[in-house]
């Protein structure tokens, strides 16, 4: 064996040691956020946002109106409700996304790194597509979307290609 594929060996059992995966138990948490919080979110973006308003008063970094003064390190009064849903839609989707199988192997490794890889690629083939054909508002609401089309991406393949596999194994298992 090369020198080089003992350092690639073992660099690639460092690298699966080292991922950082949450327990099994914060999916099923994960799941409980990211349901309700997506269909939540789709009723608001069906309703322009607009469903209903939650004010709050916030500490901001910065903040700056549609035709407004800049304003650094204040507190100001805003409308938390789309902040409160992407936050949720964050959490849920990271625990579903990095928390671990209840077997955790080097084949669900290889899927957890190859979903990543696939959703990211789709991700920035659909931006480029908007790119290209998207303007006005609606392109600023493509990039508000695409702040969490990679982990739904990610989820999605990841436990679509996780089903089907465990199908093929049951099923050539009753065969």
């Known amino acids: 064996m090369s020198v080089c594929k003992i350092y690639f060996t073992f660099e690639k059992k460092l690298l699966m040691q080292s991922i950082l995966l949450l327990p099994n138990k914060y999916k099923i948490i994960g799941w409980f956020i990211l349901i309700p919080t997506t269909i939540f979110s789709i009723i608001l973006m069906f309703n322009d946002f607009n469903l209903f308003k939650l004010d709050a008063k916030v500490f901001a970094i910065f903040n700056n109106e549609i035709l407004g003064e800049s304003q650094y390190f204040k507190f100001i009064d805003v409308d938390i409700t789309n902040t409160v849903v992407g936050i949720l839609l964050i959490i849920g989707a ?20 190859s979903s990543l890889l696939w959703a990211v690629f789709i991700n920035y083939i ?45 099923d050539e298992k009753h065969h």
């Open 94 to 113: 990271l625990l579903v996304g990095f928390s671990k199988e209840k077997i955790e192997d080097e084949f669900i490794s290889n899927l957890r790194l």
């Open 126 to 170: 659909l931006l480029l597509f908007s790119f290209l054909f998207i303007y006005g508002v609606g392109f600023i609401n493509v990039m508000l979307y695409n702040m969490f089309t990679v982990l739904i991406i990610f989820i999605a393949r990841f436990n679509y290609v996780l089903y089907v596999n465990y199908k093929n194994m049951s």
